[in-house]
């Protein structure tokens, strides 16, 4: 009796070590995370609120939200990220579809492709877009020796909708590659049960594919549309005029205009929209269950 309860205490120290061990190994990611991300984030946020004339106050914040570039810069910043997000999803779903149900030849190496794609700079797309459809791309080249005309007629990649044509081809495989992991786990047995009750291919794809998708879609989808906000290569290399996203402005008012607490107060709105929204996320993927 006296030898067992003499272990109790001797367990009972035993953990605390390892307690202590694991606060000790938390500590070096934690501190990195301080110094790489949020101190910057710190100093961005502390710039915002001093402005040139010097001290501490919200003057910059108000010349920012009363301007006119800061408010068409937020509203072109959002349907562009909304447009490429609904696109991308709609593309997406679509071509995944096909490929992990349509069997053709080379529907492996498709899908290994995309991973390769996700890994490309999106400039890389804009510059081979503008190879294609730019001014002396090969469209409007082909189209001048036929037709012997000075210029050719597509000149929509220097216009917004360049620019979502753009986003959606290079964010569409950030849709393509969880929708292509969920359709992977939907039991073939189910479609062809559907199939032999007499249910045609647009009512599977409602009722059997599109409810296993929806968490997917969900993922895809708001990683997309944070992406699409915090976009700046796309929107720079298209040479778009009169496109100022969010992005674009900050660069334009750090840049060019050396107009640095005005640039930060922009960042800060840029970031804080993105936290919100995938705070958002994080919700309705809870719910979907994603």
């Known amino acids: 009796m006296t030898s067992a309860t003499l272990d109790v205490p001797v367990q009972g120290t035993a953990k605390s070590p390892r307690k202590i061990g694991s606060w000790v190994w938390a500590l070096p990611p934690v501190a990195a995370l301080a110094v790489v991300f949020l101190y910057p984030l710190f100093l961005v946020v502390r710039q915002s609120l001093q402005p040139d004339t010097g001290g501490t106050s919200l003057k910059p914040y108000t010349d920012v939200f009363a301007s006119t570039a800061f408010r068409e810069a937020l509203g072109t ?8 997000t609904v696109g991308c999803l709609v593309l997406g779903f679509a071509l995944a579809l096909i490929i992990a149900f349509v069997p053709f030849p080379g529907g492996k190496a498709v899908a290994k492709f995309i991973d390769v794609f996700l890994s490309f700079p999106s400039f890389l797309i804009t510059l081979a877009l503008l190879f294609v459809y730019g001014q002396v791309g090969m469209a409007n080249g082909l189209w001048r020796d036929v037709t012997g005309a000075a210029t050719g007629p597509f000149q929509f990649l220097t216009t917004p909708w360049g620019v979502l044509l753009a986003e959606i081809t290079y964010f569409t495989p950030f849709v393509m590659r969880p929708l292509l992991a969920a359709f992977s786990q939907v039991e073939t047995a189910q479609l062809e049960v559907a199939s032999s009750l007499g249910a045609r291919p647009a009512r599977i794809v ?6 296993e998708a929806l968490p997917a879609l969900a993922a895809g989808g708001a990683l997309v549309l944070v992406m699409c906000l915090n976009e700046f290569g796309i929107v720079l290399f298209t040479g778009a005029k009169g496109v100022t996203t969010l992005p674009m402005l900050v660069y334009s008012k750090a840049i060019l205009e050396s107009d640095y607490p005005g640039a930060c107060v922009v960042a800060v709105v840029n970031v804080a929209i993105s936290v919100g929204l995938y705070g958002i996320y994080r919700v309705v993927s809870r719910r979907v269950g994603a």
């Not at 910043?77 to 490429?84: D, P, R």
Request: proline share 7%; no cysteine; charged share 5%.
């Open 77 to 84: 910043t959002v349907w562009l990220a909304v447009g490429s």
């Open 206 to 211: 409602r009722q059997v594919i599109l409810p």
